[in-house]
């Protein structure tokens, strides 16, 4: 409950008319490839997206909330003397403080740290190999907290945009009996600022 007040507050806190009026806020767009590891249903890739809305709380971090979508991938597993085909879609909102590294005018580093509310949808089914005999299929939808953790560059190409490439980790993004889901994610955005 802790956690939710915490998100909720700041939530409010960067969506406040004040925030929008403040000089530096920027607002990012990004393409993500997303690669999930789920026990149970092997590994799958997705390609997705980012919104994000931030503001510099002094010249070397930043607050931002953004929805971020996974996309939907589509993990095989065969073991043994059966096949797992299944689908899994994960989306969500996130809160993250952004470290900056500054090593010139226009290029620099930086470091995120994070949570994320992440929605998962799975469904699929498995297969008895070689008989192609459908044994059993499965569906279900998990909502969750998890944390995040990133790193990136950033190239400044004028005063109001900015291209950035980071590297971000999902951890337990799905939890179910037992069996886990983390996400690695590269994303290439366009940041401007107003």
Do not use: C
Request: glycine fraction near 10%.
């Amino acid at each position: 409950m802790r956690k939710k007040s915490l998100v909720s507050l700041l939530a409010i806190a960067l969506l406040s008319p004040g925030f929008a009026m403040a000089e530096r806020v920027y607002v990012k767009l990004g393409v993500n490839h997303a690669k999930a590891k789920v026990e149970e249903l092997g590994d799958g890739t997705a390609t997705g997206g980012t919104l994000a809305v931030g503001m510099p709380v002094n010249d070397l971090f930043d607050a931002e909330i953004g929805y971020l979508h996974l996309g939907s991938s589509d993990p095989v597993l065969v073991e043994g003397f059966s096949r797992t085909e299944s689908h899994v879609k994960s989306q969500g909102f996130y809160l993250a403080g952004i470290a900056k590294l500054p090593a010139t005018e226009s290029f620099g580093a930086f470091g995120k740290l994070g949570i994320i509310y992440a929605k998962t949808d799975w469904n699929g089914r498995e297969i008895a190999i070689p008989s192609g005999v459908e044994t059993w299929n499965f569906d279900g939808t998990q909502k969750r907290w998890a944390p995040m953790i990133g790193v990136g560059i950033s190239y400044r190409i004028s005063q109001q945009f900015t291209v950035t490439m980071d590297y971000t980790h999902i951890n337990k993004l799905l939890d179910v009996d037992g069996d886990k889901a983390k996400a690695n994610i590269v994303t290439a955005s366009l940041k401007t600022n107003f």
